[in-house]
């Protein structure tokens, strides 16, 4: 069994280059209505999948990078296209951020208690 991450988005093509950045992901060719990442070595792929339909409500579940520096990742991301939508703050102890892609689609960084 292969898990596979599917993201709904108006411009595939365009969100690309974001998520392959900030994952340090491959990305691959758009061959409509997708555009494949490939991540380095291990690890699921991602999909972006174009849709008609433009996202209205919050996600229902949402990509957690965990990382061991929220600042200096903040500032990459930030740079990349991503917005704050919420934080810095702690969630049961642990540092979070949420952020939303240049398509208003929500993922957190967090830095987990193992790395402190």
Not at 30 to 49: I, K, S, T
Not at 57 to 65: E, G, I, V
Not at 77 to 103: I, K, N, S, Y
Request: proline share 12%.
């Amino acid at each position: 069994m292969e898990l596979v991450f599917v993201l709904d988005c108006s411009d595939p093509d365009g969100l690309a280059d974001f998520w392959a950045a900030a994952l340090g992901y491959e990305r691959g060719p758009y061959e409509p209505p997708y555009v494949r990442l490939d991540p380095p070595g291990e690890g699921p792929r991602m999909l972006l999948q174009r849709v008609p339909e433009p996202k209205v409500a919050k996600n229902r579940m949402h990509p957690d990078l965990r990382i061991t520096d929220m600042d200096a990742e903040l500032t990459r991301v930030t740079a990349l296209g991503a917005r704050v939508v919420r934080g810095p703050f702690v969630d049961d102890g642990w540092p979070t951020t949420v952020l939303a892609d240049p398509e208003g689609n929500e993922f957190c960084l967090i830095v987990p208690e193992e790395v402190r």
